[in-house]
């Protein structure tokens, strides 16, 4: 029994795609989990699989075609299989095989509900240096409409469909009534200064430094025991968890001085004073004030200083000396739920701690199912400064220190 | 720097390379006693005497022949053609002899001679006076053809055909013997296949040479008055085609129009064409457009005559074209 293969949905928000290359030609041999074809969605190029066995008996969709979801790929069944039933009812035409092979080669099968748009690999007039230029910014010359002469897309038509993506392909083919017009699916600002160092900073951190990640769970009953039994001794200051893990951080960093290092212009720079950058999150992005020598601080002078710290960065009052060069940075989003993450260093540091939430989780205690706080710690590194045996031990201390806090306060 | 004609240029050329080197002779029709059919050659006679500045009887194919025949003995004849028109005449020693010995011999032999004189249309001189026969010569392999259209081009250039041990086309424009333009005292040379950038631009690459190069930049200038910027590019010498300039300016413009005076058929703009859109295919918005003398032989009414000549209209209305306006 013959079978269709159709264009799958492989991802969420793919409508359509391209059939970029037929592994396979008509008349083979197919086996369930072949590789069938491959497939341009909007995230990938991806692999068509077989889900059926038998012989490839029709192909529908020429190499370049770009079809919407569900449209007919192929055919597939038994040699010499009648399938002249199933392409009609398809809507695929059958006959002019028979007539005029040159004519079936000329004209592909146009898979149904597409005759009114133009399709890749039709016949789009457009100058070579348009094409080039197309090709090399990802965009479909059927859907532009061309200003030289009978159409002829040019190098100015394409540019302007570089910079407004969208505009064009409404101009040929006018958007369903239930679509968004481009200017309402979304709001274009520009970005605040800060959001755009942010986002120079992490482009320059994760291209060229090759980030490596270990994440621990730490048991944090006596931490929360510590932050209990201290909570209201600091005074006027409430000592968070976060200062607790602050000061961890310090003490291992004092031992393990590799991860206080950053690596620049090809040295090593091992620092000697440890400075903990805390990042705090703006609505405008982030930023990190800086505790100095927060190893010989006690957990409520880096508490006080913290609370001072946050609150002049909600309102943009620090100087620049206060949040720049620290040697490590931890990065805590606890309070947000999150139980787990991975944070991109904040160049040129080594690594950077990121703090899951400490939660209530059934552990094993004494071979007995018990109740115990837990929290998951991230250490992104450098690869180019440590390695993960390093990172490990360090990462190993931190988690000794936090299970026995009573260490964080002699 | 001085300002100095066309032809001064190539009179100066001619006598310093004579002065520099005795190997170095001038003959032609009219070049001695007459001073130059069109007074390139004044005072050479007086200066050198009769044995380097050398009247011919009128015929072409003979003295070309003698010269050739010079240059395999070990002379460096230069040899002026009173126009290339004439030269017709001579096209077996040129194409047969001059272009193939040094090939055919494996090298053993060579012929450093230059055939100059002037070439192009003038004022009503007709079918047979008037013609751009760059292609045919352009189209011989072992020949090397050189087209200046300014005086500070033509001293240059002349000074290095002389001394090039191959033979050389030198094609002069009838209409720009009187051109001035500056020239300096001391020694030049301008090596072949050395394109020129005659003008700077952004929009369209206009390809011109000889004295159509003139006529391009006035076109440029006015088309500079409607915001359009031209870059003029003189090739210079026809073969060796500097392609490296030209592909570099058509990467830049992303359109071409190459002028040319003579006829379209297998013109040398063809050539420029086929290469750019080789070399180019992708750099390339538009068609490359040709700006050619008409495709009959050249009229003698004056108004005909003018119409079968790019003009500075014609050049600015493929300009357009080709920027699609």
């Given at each position: 029994m013959a079978v269709v293969v159709q264009m799958p949905r492989l991802s969420d928000t793919m409508?359509?795609?391209?059939?970029?290359?037929?592994?396979?030609?008509?008349?083979?041999?197919?086996?369930?989990?072949?590789?069938?074809?491959?497939?341009?969605?909007?995230?990938?190029?991806?692999?068509?699989?077989?889900?059926?066995?038998?012989?490839?008996?029709?192909?529908?969709?020429?190499?370049?075609?770009?079809?919407?979801?569900?449209?007919?790929?192929?055919?597939?069944?038994?040699?010499?299989?009648?399938?002249?039933?199933?392409?009609?009812?398809?809507g695929v035409p059958t006959v002019r095989r028979r007539v005029e092979p040159t004519a079936v080669e000329a004209e592909p099968a146009k898979p149904p509900g597409l005759e009114a748009q133009r399709v890749v690999g039709e016949r789009v007039k457009a100058s070579p240096l348009a094409r080039r230029l197309a090709r090399e910014a990802g965009v479909d010359l059927a859907q532009l409409k061309g200003s030289g002469p009978e159409g002829?897309?040019?190098?100015?038509?394409?540019?302007?469909?570089?910079?407004?993506?969208?505009?064009?392909?409404?101009?040929?083919?006018?958007?369903?009534?239930?679509?968004?017009?481009?200017?309402?699916?979304?709001?274009?600002?520009?970005?605040?200064?800060?959001?755009?160092?942010?986002?120079?900073?992490?482009?320059?951190?994760?291209?060229?430094?090759?980030?490596?990640?270990?994440?621990?769970?730490?048991?944090?009953?006596?931490?929360?025991?510590?932050?209990?039994?201290?909570k209201d001794m600091a005074g006027d200051v409430k000592i968070t968890y976060n200062d607790i893990i602050l000061k961890a951080v310090a003490l291992a960093l004092r031992q393990h001085p590799w991860m206080n290092a950053s690596y620049v212009e090809g040295k090593i720079r091992l620092h000697k004073q440890i400075d903990i950058g805390v990042a705090v999150a703006l609505e405008e992005g982030l930023i990190t004030p800086v505790i100095r020598n927060c190893d010989g601080k006690s957990l409520g002078q880096i508490a006080r200083e913290m609370q001072d710290l946050t609150?002049?960065?909600?309102?943009?009052?620090?100087?620049?000396?206060?949040?720049?060069?620290?040697?490590?940075?931890?990065?805590?989003?606890?309070?947000?739920?999150?139980?787990?993450?991975?944070?991109?260093?904040?160049?040129?540091?080594?690594g950077i701690l990121a703090v899951g939430a400490i939660a209530k989780k059934p552990v094993v205690r004494d071979d007995q199912l018990a109740i115990g706080y837990r929290a998951r710690l991230t250490l992104s590194c450098d690869h180019r400064v440590v390695d993960g045996a390093t990172a490990a031990r360090f990462l190993n201390e931190v988690r000794r220190l936090l299970e026995n806090p009573l260490s964080l306060m002699v | 720097m001085a300002q100095i004609s066309y032809r001064e240029a190539l009179n100066q050329a001619m006598t310093e390379e004579m002065e520099r080197d005795e190997r170095v002779f001038l003959m032609g029709e009219e070049v001695g006693f007459y001073q130059g059919a069109y007074k390139v050659s004044q005072g050479m006679l007086q200066r050198f005497g009769e044995k380097r500045v050398?009247?011919?009887?009128?015929?072409?194919?003979?003295?070309?022949?003698?010269?050739?025949?010079?240059?395999?003995?070990?002379?460096?004849?230069?040899?002026?053609?009173?126009?290339?028109?004439?030269?017709?005449?001579?096209?077996?020693?040129i194409v047969n002899h001059a272009a193939k010995i040094r090939y055919m011999f494996g090298g053993q032999a060579k012929v450093p001679i230059v055939i100059r004189g002037p070439g192009g249309a003038a004022h009503q001189l007709a079918a047979t006076h008037s013609q751009s026969l760059e292609a045919w010569w352009a189209h011989v392999p072992g020949l090397k053809v050189v087209m200046p259209s300014t005086p500070y081009d033509a001293k240059g250039l002349l000074k290095s055909a002389i001394r090039d041990?191959?033979?050389?086309?030198?094609?002069?424009?009838?209409?720009l013997y009187g051109m001035k333009g500056e020239v300096p005292e001391e020694e030049y040379l301008i090596p072949l296949g050395v394109a020129d950038v005659k003008r700077e631009g952004e929009d369209v690459t206009v390809i011109a040479h000889s004295k159509m190069v003139h006529v391009a930049l006035r076109a440029a200038a006015e088309l500079a008055e409607e915001g359009i910027s031209v870059e003029v590019?003189?090739?210079?010498?026809?073969?060796?085609?500097?392609?490296?300039?030209?592909?570099?300016?058509?990467?830049?413009?992303?359109?071409?129009?190459?002028?040319?005076?003579?006829?379209?058929?297998?013109?040398?703009?063809?050539?420029?064409?086929?290469?750019?859109?080789?070399?180019?295919?992708?750099?390339?918005?538009?068609?490359?457009?040709?700006?050619?003398?008409?495709?009959?032989?050249?009229?003698?009414?004056?108004?005909?005559?003018?119409?079968?000549?790019?003009?500075?209209?014609?050049?600015?209305?493929?300009?357009?074209?080709?920027?699609?306006?």
């Open positions: 409508e359509e795609g391209v059939l970029l290359k037929w592994r396979l030609g008509e008349g083979a041999k197919v086996e369930v989990g072949d590789i069938l074809a491959e497939v341009e969605t909007d995230k990938a190029n991806m692999e068509l699989e077989a889900f059926d066995g038998g012989t490839l008996l029709k192909v529908l969709v020429q190499e370049g075609q770009r079809v919407p979801v569900g449209t007919p790929l192929a055919i597939i069944g038994e040699p010499g299989e009648d399938i002249e039933a199933l392409l009609a009812g398809l002829r897309i040019r190098k100015r038509d394409v540019e302007a469909a570089i910079s407004a993506p969208r505009a064009p392909e409404e101009a040929v083919r006018p958007a369903p009534e239930t679509q968004a017009r481009p200017a309402e699916r979304y709001e274009e600002i520009e970005p605040s200064l800060m959001r755009l160092a942010v986002a120079r900073r992490m482009s320059m951190s994760k291209a060229p430094v090759p980030h490596f990640y270990l994440t621990v769970e730490v048991d944090m009953d006596k931490v929360v025991e510590l932050r209990e039994s201290i609150d002049r960065a909600q309102n943009r009052k620090l100087k620049p000396e206060e949040y720049t060069g620290a040697t490590f940075t931890v990065s805590n989003l606890g309070m947000y739920g999150i139980e787990e993450f991975s944070a991109i260093i904040n160049p040129p540091e080594a | 050398i009247d011919t009887p009128i015929a072409e194919l003979g003295f070309v022949g003698v010269g050739v025949g010079a240059a395999l003995a070990g002379l460096r004849p230069i040899v002026e053609v009173m126009t290339w028109n004439f030269a017709i005449l001579a096209a077996d020693q041990d191959n033979p050389v086309i030198f094609i002069e424009a009838e209409l590019i003189d090739p210079r010498t026809i073969r060796p085609l500097d392609t490296e300039t030209l592909f570099r300016s058509v990467r830049k413009t992303n359109r071409v129009v190459i002028v040319e005076e003579g006829w379209p058929f297998a013109g040398v703009g063809a050539e420029f064409a086929y290469r750019i859109q080789r070399e180019c295919f992708d750099d390339l918005d538009a068609p490359v457009e040709r700006v050619t003398g008409a495709d009959v032989p050249m009229p003698y009414n004056k108004n005909l005559e003018r119409a079968a000549i790019p003009d500075v209209e014609r050049v600015k209305k493929a300009v357009k074209r080709v920027l699609y306006l």
